[in-house]
């Protein structure tokens, strides 16, 4: 099957400073990726959907100024928290899905846990 | 609005039980459901399903959809400890490059 990975695995930062997280498809060329977050015990949240070349779709509730995200080319988009606070702590995971894999399918890649102090 | 609900919230058997869990969908232009296996990190896809009434099977897991009454079943049979996990069910959303709206999940322990 597709593989998709994220970069970093966790991170702890001060509050304040902004992380960026990474989200490669490493088989497949992902014309669409989507951002998603987990809080503790809760269900996993869209936030953005990111298509290669073109401005990322947010959903309702999610700052676009603090949540960068950026599809430069077909095997990877960023995810930069910017100005990171202690609320921004959670599970971030992103998947993809395009050229080569069934339509409506997706791969999740396997997460970056953000701890903010 | 779209809505995926899934029941129980949470479930303890023991090892060698069937469970069966379920997701109940509202969606204004359905494509899929699917059914994901979350441990401690991202989500593992296990079942894809478009048309009513054709189960998928994949070792003692199974999964049925039923278009007209709007639901899935996911059945896993003779339970292991293993199959501890939260499990999702999230429809496709065609209207948005098929992102997932996800069920808040049911939290699933088997004890030995």
């Known amino acids: 099957g597709a593989v998709v990975s994220q970069h970093p695995s966790w991170v702890i930062c001060k509050s304040g400073t902004s992380v960026k997280i990474e989200c490669r498809s490493l088989?497949?060329?992902?014309?669409?990726m989507f951002w998603y977050r987990q809080f503790p015990k809760q269900s996993l949240m869209l936030m953005a959907t990111s298509n290669e070349g073109s401005k990322a779709t947010y959903e309702q509730g999610v700052e676009k100024d603090k949540f960068l995200i950026n599809h430069a080319s077909l095997t990877l988009s960023t995810l930069t928290v910017t100005s990171a606070h202690p609320e921004d702590s959670s599970f971030y995971i992103c998947?993809?899905?395009?050229?080569?894999?069934?339509?409506?399918?997706?791969?999740f890649g396997p997460g970056t846990r953000l701890t903010v102090l | 609005e779209d809505k995926v609900v899934q029941s129980p919230l949470s479930l303890v058997v023991h090892e060698g039980d069937t469970v069966t869990l379920n997701c109940s969908y509202e969606?204004?232009?359905?494509?899929?459901l699917l059914w994901y296996k979350q441990e401690k990190k991202a989500p593992t896809f296990l079942f894809m399903l478009t048309s009513s009434g054709i189960e998928k099977k994949s070792g003692r897991l199974s999964s049925i959809l039923d278009k007209k009454e709007l639901f899935s079943i996911l059945n896993i049979t003779a339970t292991q400890t293993g199959d501890s996990a939260i499990y999702l069910c999230?429809?496709?959303?065609?209207?948005?490059?098929?992102?997932?709206?996800f069920g808040k999940g049911t939290s699933l322990l088997v004890t030995p």
């Open positions: 088989d497949f060329q992902a014309t669409t």
């Open positions: 998947s993809a899905g395009g050229a080569g894999v069934v339509v409506n399918e997706q791969f």
């Open positions: 969606v204004t232009n359905f494509r899929s």
């Open positions: 999230a429809v496709g959303n065609p209207n948005s490059g098929y992102a997932l709206n």
